[in-house]
Every structure is written in structure tokens, then in C-alpha cells.
């Protein structure tokens, strides 16, 4: 396209314009994709037809990234709004998806009203755009947040349409880089509120900060009347707020949590909030949730995950779970491992002590994803009990670990190594003896469903055997189909070491090896400073690993960089989209 060299900002000409319309649409959307935005809207205003072919690209998927560019946004589509003979029934842009960025704390008008809009002002827009725009999929993000001032505090109160997707970036709120204020923000007020729900919000804040466990934070989120549309939540809190050491018990009603039904996705970081009591309420309301991520809560317990995997991970398609540098409840979850004795001196059997390993194994099997960082981890991430026996019996050492799973040295400076082959063929043998008996168990279990639909049907027959067999044996074929087909990953993180003293590292590497086929598991042990990558038998280790993620207030997933329409000046239109991580972070 010609561009005048002394106005590089030029319009085409009308003759320009015309000659790209004619190209076939899928030549013209992809120059389109290819134009800024500020280009795009040049081009709107060349002639008609040009005006109608970048409306998709244009208003599609839009970003806005203020509350005062929202009022924009707003007026611009009740401009071009068309109404039916009643004067009813707005038909705007079609808008598919919108994410909306707002920054209580933003210092960007010097009027008190537009630094902090409340929740009722967002509700009154949101709900407009979704009159104009009904199939609109809203990406709500409140950045800069905190967690006892508006416009959390009165979620409960407003409705929020077409919000699918909720981001809260709260903790201790921060004055923008825009901002010439110095100094700490200052306190935000209830005031803000229309005087007939000042009364609520106030005892509300009575109730302690808003980093302490409280039926208030989640009932506003998740009470299925506020965000009626609601689908995944992010909640990413300052690592740096303080959490609660004493857990406050928290009760919910019937009705605070019934949105939660819905939800599909749920990230949870770092968030004081959460506690043993909230999770233990919400546990069974969760019935649609595919991709949980819990990272750093200090305030979950090991019982209270180890209630939660057995529950949460035979639905869950993605999960995460990282557990916080020297965990209180790690440690002493290894300390009752190391210390426990079947018997107890009266003769009866002790309780097994919580240990998330052998869960993780047994539950998360037919997970996509899976990435666990922790304190302490080991081998019951692989090993079945069985197995474990067979090990015993079959005399194979391998308890020839040093501090953290580094390898043990005699006096004369021979490092000890596990026998891998005889651990490598003990394993096999195990599961394959194992695989033999749940084929036959499957078998049966499907002759005697045939069974009861058809009785009067003869299933001894070899017939129906091989059919049942056939069966079974199409059900292992479509799992491999799908897990190679999908990419299927593990990540394991050791942070201090592992669950028991003299446990080795060496082993790990072994076992990962024997794992599921295409299965790629991705071991890393920080005490050793050691790395491992692994599948379909082969591995490779590395003695550097890529450093941790940055601690802080961890990022949302990236979205789709959209266009803010009230831009009129190249400096505005490339501006980058926000940074992010995907909610996997890559370890390797």
C-alpha cells in the first residue's frame, strides 16, 4: 500500500481502498491481521466499503484498559447502536470477547470519582455493554487491587453480565507509575458506596483486614448471582501480604457458594484468604472444575490436600500444586513418615501418616497436565505398594541416598549405586503381573454387564469372551491414542530434598524411565541442583537447571492483544499487551 514518505500516517487513497476490497476475504483478513490498529481505523473512514470490511478485525476482540476508555468504549457503541420500532432491543458492534483492564488505584484523572471506581459504576457499564453486544465473553482484570476496598468488597451487592472470566491482582494496593503522588496510597474509603449499602460494606470491614479467611471474599466471587456467567477465576495475590498463622475456621451457607458449579478453571496464588475451612467448603461444589492451580497457600494444611486429591484429581484434567519453601505442614508431614511404626506398643496398628506422593500416583493418572512443586517428595510417585514388596523381597537395595538424595560415598570414596537392573526388571515383572490381573478383572467385569442387559444371551461362549477382550483392549489403544495426541506431561520440583532420609535421587531417574508410554516427565531436585527429563525410556540429566520463576504477584495467562478504540495516535496503538505466563509454567 503506497504511504506518502513526509505523512507516513496518510489515509490510502479512495482508488487504494477501493482496489482492496476486491481481493477475496481471505487475502483481505489476513492484511488486515497484519495492519495496526490506528491503520485499521484509518482505513474505516476511506469509504463505505472499507468501513465494512475491518469492522471484524476492529471490534471482534477488543481491549480496554481503563475505567474512563470504558465510558468511551460505551459511548461509541450506543452511537452506532440500532433500535427496533419499540426503541428497544440495541443491536451494536459485534463484539465477541473484551478484556477489560481496571486499576482501582490509578492516579490517571484528577477527579476522586474516577481513581477508584466502585462496584456498582463497573456493574452499570458492564451491563450496558452486554445489552448492546448479548454474545459478548467479558474478561474482567482488577489490577492493583485491595483485597478490603472497593470494588471487592461489594461484588455480593452489583451483577456483573457476561463476565466469563474473572482476574483479581490484589494484596497491597500501589500508586501507578502515572501517578505524581508520593508517598503510600491512601486508605480507601466505603464511602464511596451509595449511603443505603455503606452500612454492610462498613461491618464487613470491621471483620479484620481483608487478607484473613472470610466467607465475604468467596461468597462475592462465587454466590452464582453476581457473576451469573462466570467461568474461570484468577486469583493472583501479593506474595508479600501476611498470612494468617492462626486459621480462622470459615462457614458457608447453602447459597454463598452455588456459582462455583460452574466454574471451569480456578487459579489460586498465594492468597491468605484461602485456608483448610474454605477449601473443606468448597470441595464438593465444584462439580464442572478442569484445571485447579494452588500456588504458595500458606495457610492449606497437608490433611487438607490430601482430603482434596482423592476428590478433586479424578475430574481434573490440569493440575497444580505448589507447596511453599519450608512448609510447616510439609515438615512435619516428613517427620511422622520417618518416625512411624506400624504398631503401637499396645499392639494395634497405627494411622498411616498423611503423605501426598502415593495420592498423587493413585488419583492423578489420567491427568493432561500435572506439576507439583514441594518440600519433600519421593519415590511413591511411582512405586505401587506391591511393587514396593516385590523390592523387598527380591533383596534390591536402594536406600543409598545422602542429604537430599545426592549420592552416598564410602570411606574409601566409592559412591554406592542402586542396582538398576535389578530394580528395572523387579518393577517390570510387578506391573506386568499387575496388568495381566486388571485385564482379566475388566473382562469379567464386562461379561457380567453384558450379562444383565442381555439374560437370556449366553456369555460363556468364546464369542462373547473375545468380544469382552476386544473390547478392553480398544480402551488401552484409545488412552495411548489420546495421551500421545495430547502431550501428556509431569513435573515434579523437590525443593528441600526427599520425603525420607537416605531415599536417592538415582532412583528417581530409574523409575521415571518405566513410566506410562509418551509420558514426559520433567524431575527437578533444587537440593542437588539437578534436572531430569524423561520418556518412553530415555532420559537425559542436566546439573543446571533454569532458575525458579520470579517471586511476586504472579502473573495471569496471556490474552489476546486487543484494541482500545478511543486511540487515536500511533503512540497509543502499540501498546503491548500485558505480560504473562501460560498457566503451566515451562521448567525445562
Known sequence: MYRNPYNPYSPPSPSEGSALCTLPTEISEQIYRSLPYGDLTRLARVNRALYTSVQSPLYRHAKVTSYERLTLFIRTLNAVACFDKSGEGAVSKH????????????????????????????????????????????????????????????????????????????????????????????????????????????????????????????????????????????????????????????????????????????????????????????????????????????????????????????NLTHFTLHIPFRHRSARQAKDQLETYQPLAPTGEANPLPVHLCPLLRAYGRNLQYLEVQAPYLCRDLFLHESEKSKLNEEGVKIDLGGRGGSLCYSRSGVPFHIDRIALEQTVKQVRKQNGERAFKEAVQLNLREELSKNKTKDISSAGAVSSAEYQEEQKKLKRARTIKEQGWQRTVRFREGMCRDGESWEEIGILARLEEENVKWTCINDAIKTMGVYMNGIGSELEVYPDPPHSGRAPGRPFMAGHDYNDDYAGDEDEEAEDGNDAHDDLI
Not at 474516577?114 to 458492564?126: D, E, G, K, Q
Not at 465473553?137 to 485491595?146: D, F, V
Not at 470494588?151 to 507509575?177: D, H, M, N, Q, Y
Not at 451469573?228 to 447459597?255: C, N, T, Y
Request: glycine share 8%; aromatic share 6%.
Open 95 to 314: 463484539v465477541v470477547t473484551l478484556h477489560l483492564t481496571i486499576d482501582p488505584n490509578a492516579s490517571e484523572s484528577e477527579s476522586p470519582s474516577h481513581n477508584r471506581p466502585t462496584a456498582v459504576m463497573l456493574s452499570r457499564m458492564i451491563g450496558a455493554l452486554g445489552r448492546y453486544c448479548p454474545s459478548v465473553s467479558i474478561t474482567l482484570h482488577i489490577s492493583n487491587g485491595s483485597c478490603n476496598a472497593q470494588p471487592l468488597t461489594s461484588f455480593e451487592l452489583e451483577t456483573f453480565p457476561r463476565v466469563s472470566t474473572l482476574i483479581l491482582a490484589v494484596g497491597f494496593p500501589s500508586i501507578s507509575s502515572g501517578s505524581s503522588t508520593s508517598g503510600p496510597p491512601a486508605r480507601p474509603s466505603f464511602h464511596q458506596v451509595i449511603p443505603g449499602r455503606r452500612a454492610a460494606l462498613e461491618s464487613w470491614g470491621r471483620m479484620g483486614s481483608g487478607c484473613n479467611p472470610n466467607a465475604k471474599f468467596w461468597s462475592g466471587i462465587f454466590n452464582g448471582s453476581s457473576f451469573p456467567d462466570l467461568r474461570e477465576v484468577e486469583i493472583l495475590h501479593d506474595s508479600g501480604s501476611p498470612a494468617s498463622q492462626w486459621a480462622k475456621h470459615v462457614e458457608f451457607g447453602e447459597d454463598d457458594l452455588k456459582g462455583l458449579g460452574k466454574v471451569t478453571r480456578l487459579v489460586v496464588n498465594s492468597a491468605p484468604e484461602l485456608n483448610d475451612s474454605v477449601l473443606m467448603g468448597a470441595l464438593t461444589r465444584a462439580e464442572c472444575l478442569k484445571r485447579l492451580e494452588l500456588r504458595n497457600i500458606v495457610g492449606l494444611s497437608y490433611e487438607a490436600l490430601s482430603m482434596l486429591l482423592p476428590h478433586a484429581l479424578p
